[in-house]
């Protein structure tokens, strides 16, 4: 269990990191208008410069990453409901998403921020929670088909 816990995070690191680099360069290519914004003006402002600011963006990246890889072991809990499995995951991913967002600036400083950043959070996990589960229900219905057709 530690072997796979150090592996996700680990993983989830170096994702993290890939993520939030690739996140920049497309949010650059829409709003930068030619330029390539590294991070929010907000966060270069708050930390005093752009190399401090995008340093410290990257460790919030990796730690967001590390969070989603280790809590990815939730799934493997094969005697927890779906439910409890979901809520747990949703917990822990909001516990490290709402922080790192709030620090790196990427949601407003204010309540009605707060709320939007939360409201396409969970539109977000929604969307990928549903198209994982049905991906899966339709992978369990086929090996079920095949089964019974083979016994």
Known sequence: MKKQ???RSFCGMISGIAIG??????LSLFWGEGEYLPCMPQLIDTMGNEASAVAF???????????FGAGSLIWNQEDWSLFKQTALYLLLSSAA???VAWLAHWMEHSLSGFLSYAAV?????????LSQYLFWRRRVRKLDETIRKNF
């Open 97 to 99: 998403m709402f922080p």
């Open 121 to 129: 959070f969970l539109a977000i996990f929604l969307i990928a929670w």
């Open 21 to 26: 680099y690739l996140i920049t360069v497309i």
């Open 57 to 67: 963006q990257t460790g919030l990246s990796a730690l967001l990453g590390i969070a």
């Open 5 to 7: 816990l150090f592996r």
